[in-house]
């Protein structure tokens, strides 16, 4: 991090820990509420001094990544203490590119762990291993888990399928390299937040489509699971901070080629026509986020398909919230109770009922 985003992150993180009645008025008034839902002070706060940024849309993607970079880097937090990290490359099919991956190991004691294989947020076209840093600490030291953070491949360099094989090739490798990973055996799971959520999803359909054993669990974050919704949420929240409707339309712009079917399950895991016999899910869906309704209609989609589903809802937070722990107190507590839903389902807790879907 340079001296500049150093400064940078001093300075939010100082506002952001002002008490509430000092941030409302700062922040032009009381914070929104929208569908009965009241957006939170802070994530208020953060919304109002965004109106001043120009909107990704309208940067160019080298632009957008590194203004993302600095916003993460501002907002995400810090790491949890009992968690080391190693960075390494894995080799691809073709031979002639690997793929960066970052392995976080807890050190609470050395006996085999669960292994999670982790695709960060971005839309397929910004961020990094840094933009999931800090949630993937918590999530290996609260879910007591190997976590495998993925550096996919970017758009428009590298359009769909490129990202998304990506993701399938690193699951496959930690598949195959439990041992050398210090992971139990059959004893992985995939996640991931927003477009890493879509891959996650899309990891679990290829699989069953393969034959292929399932992963243990799929954690889906504010999922993009259908590129062709038109549900309440897309329209009550299409101007929402940080994901807008024209982010998102634009990230599928730099993602797709223009003759892509968006029906596609492998681009809109939410059209597959069976679902039956995929990973136990976990679902997360963020209240002010266009992205919430399509969330939930993939968790009913699959508990009404008999698969386990644990499904929650954080009302007053905004898309991204996972990376915005540093600043926002209500966001440190989820990516924490996600985290120990995580430990539960990897370690087949039967509280987990067949088809019954949880709030």
Known sequence: MSFQQIVTSAVVRSLLSLPEPILV????????????????????????????????ASLTPGQARKTTARAFNALSGVRAKDVTWEDKNIPTPEGDYELPIRVYHPTKDETMKPIVVYFHSGGAVVGDLQTGHSFCTYLSSHADCVVVSVDYRLAPEHKFPVPLNDAITAYAWAWNNTAELGGMPENVSVAGASMGANFAAAICQELKGKGKS??????????????????????????????????????????????????????SP?????????????????????????????????????????????????HAFTSMAGVIPAARTAIVEIAEDMEKRMRVNEDFKLGELEA
């Open 214 to 267: 399932q992963p243990v669990c799929q954690l889906l974050i504010y999922p993009f699971v259908d590129a062709l919704s038109e549900s309440r949420s897309t329209l009550s929240f299409a101007n929402a901070f940080p994901l807008s409707m024209e982010t998102m339309n634009w990230f599928l712009y730099q993602y797709l080629e223009p003759e892509q079917d968006r029906a596609d399950p492998r681009v």
């Open 25 to 56: 008025p700062l922040a032009g008034g009381a914070p929104q509420e929208v569908d009965g839902k009241r957006l939170n002070v802070r994530a208020h706060f953060l919304s109002h001094s965004a109106q001043r940024n120009p909107s990704l």
């Open 270 to 318: 939410l059209r597959s026509t069976d679902v039956t016999g995929l990973a136990p899910a976990i679902v997360i869906t963020a209240g002010f986020d266009p992205l919430c309704d399509q969330g939930w209609e993939y968790a009913d989609k699959l508990a009404s398909a008999e698969v386990p589903v644990t499904y929650r809802t954080y009302t007053s937070l905004p």
